[in-house]
């Protein structure tokens, strides 16, 4: 795993969850459930983020 893979991965989860953030906040708002919606974006970027990086790590083995 070069260091191309790690800024991917970084770009992408940060990218990922500083959308998450601004989408889960309006939605938020939207339908008045405070963090539910924050929360489950984050979780699903973070976890989707990971399972790709695993994934990539296990293609170049």
Request: charged share 15%.
């Amino acid at each position: 795993m070069n260091t191309t893979h790690i800024y991917r991965f970084m770009s992408r989860i940060t990218i990922g969850l500083v959308l998450s953030v601004f989408i889960g906040t309006y939605i938020d708002k939207i339908f008045n459930t405070s963090p539910l919606f924050l929360l489950g974006l984050m979780a699903y970027v973070i976890f989707g983020s990971l399972f790709i990086l695993v994934k990539d790590a296990n293609k170049y083995e």
